[in-house]
């Protein structure tokens, strides 16, 4: 019962590697959105989608590649990863009307060795 | 664009006395401000918000002001607990539907016994 979901919880891998982080949420909730928070805390938005469109692209390298299947999932591949990558990314999803607070996943924290 | 400021970046305060965290921010279309708590370890959750038609808003022993001319907003966190212990981030909005929210770069609030 979950509300939003995230898989993995930790990944550890090496720089040049592809990775994929995946997010699914169980509210219902039209827009679904990506942050990155570095090891200072600071939180920062990447991407944020609505019904399956991408309405929110932050200044984020393109090796960064979202996707969303469906408006229940929002996925993240990560191409060539870099040191600088390493942070703890979170998924959160909001419905679109009434109220905006956002519900945030558990987080995954990516280590690139 | 919109820019959130935060201060203080750390808070040590004696349990049982108030705490106070304040935050600036620069687009005056601004008109969604959501305080978000997160522990050690954890998601950020939402602890109270307020929208721009509103100068303050209390919940037990959080409140929030917030003064639209100066651009300024503020939390109030009184008769501090132990699990008043965070890291407690203000956010501004941006757009008609608050779909994209600004975070300010957090404050760690200790709870001293």
């Known amino acids: 019962d979950t509300a939003v979901s995230q898989t993995p919880k930790y990944l550890v891998t090496q720089m040049g590697n592809d990775k994929s982080i995946k997010c699914e949420q169980n509210l219902g909730h039209d827009t679904m959105y990506w942050y990155k928070q570095d090891s200072k805390k600071f939180l920062k938005i990447m991407f944020s989608y609505n019904n399956k469109e991408l309405i929110i692209n932050e200044t984020v390298p393109n090796r960064f590649s979202p996707k969303s299947p469906d408006k229940a999932h929002l996925n993240l591949h990560i191409n060539s990863l870099e040191l600088g990558d390493s942070a703890v990314y979170f998924c959160a999803s909001r419905q679109n009307s009434g109220a905006y607070e956002q519900y945030f996943g558990p987080g995954t924290r990516l280590t690139v060795t | 664009g919109e820019n959130v400021e935060q201060h203080p970046s750390t808070l040590s305060v004696q349990e049982g006395d108030s705490a106070v965290i304040k935050c600036t921010y620069s687009?005056?279309?601004?008109?969604?401000f959501p305080w978000y708590k997160q522990e050690l370890g954890k998601r950020p959750q939402l602890i109270i918000d307020i929208r721009s038609n509103v100068g303050e808003k209390k919940d037990q022993r959080i409140a929030v002001t917030l003064n639209k001319t100066a651009k300024h907003f503020s939390l109030h966190i009184t008769e501090t607990q132990p699990e008043d212990s965070a890291v407690y981030f203000c956010?501004?909005?941006?757009?008609?539907?608050?779909?994209?929210?600004?975070f300010g770069s957090g404050t760690r609030l200790s709870i001293r016994p």
């Open positions: 687009d005056s279309a601004s008109n969604y």
């Open positions: 956010a501004a909005s941006m757009g008609s539907s608050a779909s994209k929210i600004i």
